[in-house]
């Protein structure tokens, strides 16, 4: 598994992006994947996960109904919706695989992560 995110920009507080996790090796994937995020000065946080085949998601609770997690299976990629953004929504993404078809709230169950991509929300 190599993950690449990429999407992440400067936008106004309640625009949206949309951020990309692709698994470069041309091999199906069988992993749930997750999104985290870190902001300057705070730990790695849970955001987002989508079992391996997209039929189960979870969300930490404070952005249900902002962000949505879906993939596309035959493009071996994870997408991360991001609608009404906040400031504090201001963070390094990043999106990371799971050795588990179903994935977890839990930093350490993901075992293969991708570079970060930065979110900036300007006020």
């Known amino acids: 598994v190599q993950l690449q995110a990429s999407g992440g920009g400067l936008v106004q507080a309640g625009g949206s992006l949309r951020l990309s996790c692709s698994n470069s090796?041309?091999?199906?994937?069988?992993?749930?994947v997750g999104w985290f995020r870190q902001a300057p000065g705070k730990e790695r946080e849970f955001v987002a996960t989508?079992?391996?085949?997209?039929?189960?998601?979870d969300y930490t609770d404070s952005l249900k109904g902002r962000f949505t997690v879906s993939r596309d299976i035959a493009k071996n990629t994870v997408y991360l919706q991001m609608n009404n953004l906040k400031p504090e929504d201001t963070a390094v993404y990043y999106c990371?695989?799971?050795?588990?078809?179903?994935?977890?709230?839990?930093?350490?169950?993901?075992?293969?992560w991708g570079q970060g991509t930065q979110v900036t929300v300007s006020s």
């Open positions: 990371a695989a799971s050795r588990s078809s179903v994935g977890s709230r839990t930093l350490r169950d993901y075992p293969y």
């Open positions: 090796k041309r091999t199906s994937s069988n992993n749930a």
């Open positions: 989508i079992s391996w085949n997209g039929r189960m998601t």
